[in-house]
């Protein structure tokens, strides 16, 4: 599965009737919600890496990427936007690019 098609299906999702989805379901909770869930997640995938269980992490990792796209969807930011800002950046320097902020 892409990101993309992983965004389209959470989109496709929002306002689906939170019984048949979980998606559906983290979406009617709010933003407030998708992000706490999606810092557990991102917590947990931190813990893996750091035991150095690369299995744990795989599923941990997949967690995460899933739990942020959900989380912008909860704030109407999109996959594209996310991949636009990264356009942006590319060829600056990271360091030069914080110091900009």
């Given at each position: 599965?892409?990101?993309?098609?992983?965004?389209?299906?959470?989109?496709?999702?929002k306002?689906a009737d939170?019984?048949?989805?979980?998606?559906?379901?983290?979406?009617?909770?709010?933003?407030?919600?998708?992000?706490?869930k999606?810092?557990?997640?991102a917590?947990?995938?931190?813990?893996?890496?750091?035991?150095?269980?690369?299995?744990?992490?795989?599923?941990?990792?997949?967690?995460?990427?899933?739990?942020?796209?959900?989380?912008?969807?909860?704030?109407?930011v999109?996959?594209?936007?996310?991949?636009?800002?990264?356009?942006?950046?590319?060829?600056?320097?990271?360091l030069?690019?914080?110091?900009?902020?």
């Amino acid at each position: 599965m892409s990101l993309e098609r992983l965004a389209a299906t959470i989109a496709a999702r929002k306002g689906a009737d939170p019984e048949s989805s979980w998606t559906a379901k983290l979406l009617a909770k709010g933003p407030e919600k998708c992000a706490e869930k999606f810092g557990e997640e991102a917590v947990e995938a931190i813990i893996e890496a750091v035991r150095g269980d690369r299995a744990r992490l795989t599923c941990e990792a997949a967690d995460v990427l899933y739990h942020l796209l959900v989380m912008l969807a909860a704030r109407d930011v999109t996959l594209d936007d996310v991949l636009a800002e990264l356009a942006r950046r590319e060829g600056t320097s990271g360091l030069d690019e914080k110091a900009g902020r």
